[in-house]
């Protein structure tokens, strides 16, 4: 692995998220079976690259300082 990521990128992180959340869900009485883990765990990468974006965009144009 050359390539260096912030950890809020990685899907092993959400993945490893979501099932100690559907464990905590199964032990409270309402099972998230593994389909529904994995979907979870897409739509969230999908919305923290989102806000991720937005954020990047807000900040730019927040920003006092020029591009270099």
């Known amino acids: 692995m050359d ?3 912030p950890w809020y ?3 092993t992180i959400w993945a ?3 099932a100690v959340f559907a464990a905590l869900a199964t032990g409270f009485g309402h099972p998230i079976d593994a389909k529904m883990q994995a ?3 897409d739509i969230t990468i999908k919305v923290v690259g989102l806000g991720a974006s937005v954020l990047a965009i807000f900040g730019r144009l ?5 591009i270099a």
């Open 62 to 66: 927040k920003a006092i300082s020029r």
């Open 16 to 18: 490893s998220l979501v």
């Open 9 to 11: 990128a990685s899907k």
């Open 39 to 41: 979907d979870v765990v």
């Open 3 to 5: 390539k260096a990521k």
